[in-house]
């Protein structure tokens, strides 16, 4: 078995099979060159003063190529003081926040996640209860003061400071998350006047404000859950709209053998109690099966995709039975039938989806297309209790993941300046409270940078996985450019 190299999750072609390695589509709105609108700034200070003098003699106020511009081409000696004002920006310097920009991935606007989906990369757990001084969720003003910041630095710039030249560190495309340990589906801030904002709003302010597209990822809802319904409902409707199928990056329904709800039924199976056994994967049935329904408007357009991911016999033992890829292929085609009868039902009744009998074959065929090309056993084991009790340690999945660890760890001592990390592709990580990680997927790193959040007092969950809390990136590595 292979281990990873050390690549952002959804830029890992060949080990997580998450995303083509395709051409940048160049409607991305980080291709786009008329995107600022350049009222007067009149700047105060004689740092930023300064700061945009130098700005002008390096950068033609227009008739460049904005999208090919690369924040780590300019003197950020010069440049520092283009900052000044933005309150969210308040203690950090360019180099400080040029290397956020370069290497943000995600940003953790909700924590937590009640599927307990055994095999998850940031091993996610239940949000947790909040107090005074714990929070599970980034304030709507602390996200709007962070895109907010952002636009009005790339205002002041003339360029997205997150957006890197095409090519190197831009594999295909480059994207951006509103999340790191929680499903799309329940992404939710309410604002002071108690507006709620999901994953639409959310997601089109970070596309906004950095450039990248964003990624919706689900492994469904309970089908009897009527809120959940109908915000699915609502995305389903959103994002099949011409103007709107190109917002996503990707849309993706995750299937796979470690849902708890399936892992229970492993569980179940292995203590002979077959009737709970088949239960509990009837339910996981019925609520993938659903859920693809629901998503029906979407299966033909570009970003609707599968997670889908399962152990190889050969690497995980006999402990590893039931969650294993053939596993993975029968639960996928027991799905398909459960969505066959879907369709059949909406045929004989509300015809909501499906107007004619030949469009169901159609449906199935599209999505046994797409689930073919998205198989992957790119299972990371690290921190994952639950998924360790039901398959041990003895295994190549374990061992791989162990060894990445200490090469990551190997890595980042090593690191001397900011670019190793953009370099070596690791993703980066805005918490709730404004706190800065750096992760990649098998280890993750706190650096001593911090966003000027309201929240920034507040205490979050730790950042998962493999949390190396005495490793820590320091500002003199990141400020040596």
Known sequence: ??????????????????????????????????????????????????????????????????????????????????????????????????FIARTLFSVNTNRGCYNMCSHCYANAMPPVKESENVINKMSWEDFESLTNGFKELNSRLRFYI????????????????????????????????????????ISNALSESTGFRGIFDTTGWTPTDRRMQERAEKFAKY???PENRDKLFQFNISINPFHSLYTKSIEEKRAGNLERAKKFRRLYIDRIANAIYTFTP??????????????DRG??????????ME??????????????????????????????????????????YIMDRQYSDGVILVDKTRLLKNVGKDNNYYQSSMEQVKKDIDTIKSSSVPTDFIDKQMAGIVDSNGDYYITTYYTTFPTELKLNFKNKNKQTPPIRPSLQEDLIISRDVINNV
């Open 327 to 368: 596993d993975l292929y029968k639960l996928n085609q027991e799905i398909l039938i459960k969505l066959q009868t879907k369709y059949l039902d909406d045929l004989a009744g509300e015809r909501k989806y499906i107007k004619a009998k030949r469009r169901i074959n159609y449906y199935l065929g599209v999505l046994n």
């Open 162 to 201: 997150s957006a890197p030249k095409l090519g190197g560190f831009n594999r295909g495309e480059r994207y951006i998350t509103a999340f790191h340990d929680a499903d799309c589906m329940t992404l939710n801030l309410v604002d002071a006047e108690g507006k709620q904002h999901d994953f639409i709003d």
């Open 1 to 98: 078995m292979k281990i990873a190299p050390i690549i952002p999750y959804y830029t890992n072609f060949n080990f997580n099979n998450k995303v083509k390695n395709s051409n940048p589509n160049r409607n991305n709105i980080q291709y786009s060159t008329n995107n600022f609108v350049y009222p007067p700034v009149y700047f105060k200070g004689v740092n930023l003063t300064k700061a945009q003098a130098y700005l002008d003699s390096v950068i033609p106020k227009k008739g460049f190529n904005r999208r090919l511009q690369e924040i780590y081409d300019l003197d950020l000696d010069k440049l520092d003081g283009i900052q000044e004002g933005i309150e969210v920006f308040k203690g950090l310097n360019i180099k400080e926040i040029a």
């Open 315 to 324: 690497d995980i033992g006999k402990l590893g039975e039931g969650f294993t």
């Open 239 to 241: 994002y099949s709209r």
């Open 298 to 311: 979407l299966i033909n357009t570009r970003s609707f995709s599968f997670i889908l991911r399962g152990f």
